[in-house]
């Protein structure tokens, strides 16, 4: 019975339907994408693809795919690459264009729901981003400038007790990461995490993302997307705060925060009470509530902290390495507090005073284009009927139903952008100062701006991040004097989903006389 069910005519028919179908897969992307390069061994499987997801460093593995074939390249069947900043900006503005689901979905929190990046659907992902905006953008965030200051009292307090003139090393990479956490739970829901004034990580925050990242980017590598969906399999966030630890301990904190400020919120209005006026309360106001509420706020932990902690080390370790740039920066500032266009210390500069410091504002634009906080695959499905693009001048057919990423990396050192000698590889602030031709500069900044995103999926925190960074460069470098202990190997880092994960960036920090 058993050996006629193995070997009967049935068992026979279906390996070779399934052969057969596979076999389709590959002809029928063989043949859809032949017009486009690429090398051929992509062409016929995703196994180099996987190979490079999984090695940590899939952004270096598609710049040299876009070095070697141009702007738009086959990276694995059914898969593209691109590093055109114009047609990246036209997927994501033009209509048919959807998220990829076998990245986006796999970033759910909580396999049973979507937040609004994991989102796939263009109409619902639309309607939820409109009763955020006003949050995001800080015009009902009216604590956004002295909650960023808080922390950096904070983080100036914990260099200069702990580290600073003291015969001790510090981790920046972990630093950073503290830093970034306190500040998005402070302007979330006004409850810092406090991880920098204990120089401790006793929930293990940090230890739980990089599992997370890991096991996310494991999966999108081999496609195995879909067994988050297996109920009791995916992740599905904890309610118990007291036992549970890392990522489950942050949903379940989270959670009864969230509650708890829904509660208050409710109160209040029928009491008319005006509630503070936080991101938080800009959501509820606008209609975002319940369960959606708390996984938004989830997003924002997530979505707000690898990312600046990132940007913050890139610059960091650009400044370290550059005397030039350094110098010149540490000028800048001086001068600053010296003209009095700064307060002196203990005051902290004001966000909008760091956005006018030309010197300081082109080191962050820099140092964001040639190391990119956040890098692929943030893929793009084609409308179904296909699109017809143009690439170097040449009009390609993109089919329907095929995947699309941006390659940061090869798209912030694109040559028809930023010019075609090899400056383009070198961190040079001076870029975004000195360029005379008005044309080129407004290319270099639409093209810098993709790194946020573009159109109806930009990122909402980017007025946030960008306040941050400046005012956090400048009061660090106004303080202190930074060192890398290893320039050998500066820190360990991976890109895991798009993010990098960094640790060990070992410094050395001094006090600066300063004013
Ligand atoms: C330097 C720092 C940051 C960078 C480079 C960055 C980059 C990005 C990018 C590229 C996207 C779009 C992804 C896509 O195309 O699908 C995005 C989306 C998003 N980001 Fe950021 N981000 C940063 C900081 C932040 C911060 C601080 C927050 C929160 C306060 C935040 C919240 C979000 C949210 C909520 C989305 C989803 C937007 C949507 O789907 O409509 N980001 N970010």
Redesign the pocket.
Known sequence: MIADLLFGQWFKIGIVLIFGTFLFGKVKSLIQLRHIKGPALNRITGTPHTLAILSGGCHFWYNKLNQKYGQLVVAAPKMLITSSPDLWARI?THPGYT?SKWY?RNSRFDWRHD???T?TTNQT??E??RL?VRG?SGAENLTLETDIESCVVKLLHLVRSRYAGQKKVMDLAQKTQFL?LD??ST??FSKCYNLLSTDEDPNEYLKSTRDGLWLGNFQIALNLWWVNWIPFVGPKPSQDIESSKGFYKMTALNASMVEAREKEFHEQKESGVVPRAD?LTSFMKNGLLGNDLKI?NM???V???D??A??LRGIFLYLMTNPRVYKKLQAEIDEAVESGIVPKSPEIIKSAQAKELIYLQAVIKEA?RVF???NNP?A?DTPPEGDTVIIDGEEIYLPGGVSIM?S?KAMHRNRSVYGQDADVDVFRPERWIEEKDEKRLEAMKQEHS?????G???????T???R??GVVTFELFRHFDWTLVNPEKPWTDANYM?IHLTKDMWVQVEERKHS
């Open positions: 994501n998220r986006y937040n609004l990046f989102q992902h639309d939820k981003r955020m995001y970034a500040v998005i302007i979330s991101m938004e997003l924002q932990i979505a707000g902290s990312t600046t990132g940007s964001m990119s906080p956040v943030l793009r941006p940061f993709l790194m946020f995103g573009h109806p999926w930009q990122c909402l925190g980017k946030i991040a960008l941050e960074l798009g």
